[in-house]
């Protein structure tokens, strides 16, 4: 809660900031959204590398997402299918924290939230999707507007 606001001033949502990691630490994730999360789709990608890890990803347009890479070279930047994003997978523990497409000078994101300290703030049920028939171009314009900004650091 904000402190005491004007009368007639609604308080401003505050920012639900949510961390995450991979099981070594290597790799670590900010998520931040002014959305509550119970009104975030949680997806649970069909593809079969998000069958295999059981990814439930979330993302917000009008959120943020950082990722901080301790050791590069321990950071696998998996591509596949069209290539056109990169899954990011630990080298050492092999936990999947998300992946990240670049486009155009920015990065967009999701984030598994398997890999959040505090997964359960995601209560609701995955929604099973799938986007094999979608084109490149599709799918870019789909992530430019529903993933995360995000920054790999
Ligand atoms: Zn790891």
């Known amino acids: 809660m904000t402190a005491a606001e004007p009368d007639g001033v609604a308080a401003r949502p505050e920012w639900l900031r949510l961390s ?10 900010t998520f931040e ?12 990608c069909g593809c079969s590398f998000c069958r295999r890890h059981g990814g439930r990803t979330v993302s917000d347009p009008q959120g943020r997402v950082e990722f901080v890479v301790r050791d590069p070279a321990l950071l696998n930047r998996y591509s596949f299918g069209l290539g056109t994003a990169q899954f990011l997978v630990c080298r050492t523990c092999g936990v999947y924290v998300g992946a990240v497409m670049a486009d155009a000078g920015s990065a967009y994101a999701i984030i598994n939230i398997n890999a959040l300290h505090t997964p359960e703030v995601f ?22 507007a529903l993933w995360t900004p995000a920054t790999v650091v």
């Open 20 to 29: 995450g990691a991979c099981h070594c630490g290597n790799l670590a994730l």
């Open 33 to 44: 959204t002014a959305c509550d999360p119970g009104v975030l789709a949680v997806r649970a």
């Open 123 to 144: 209560a609701q049920a995955a929604v099973p999707v799938s986007y094999d028939r979608e084109s490149a171009t599709e799918r870019r314009a789909r992530r430019r």
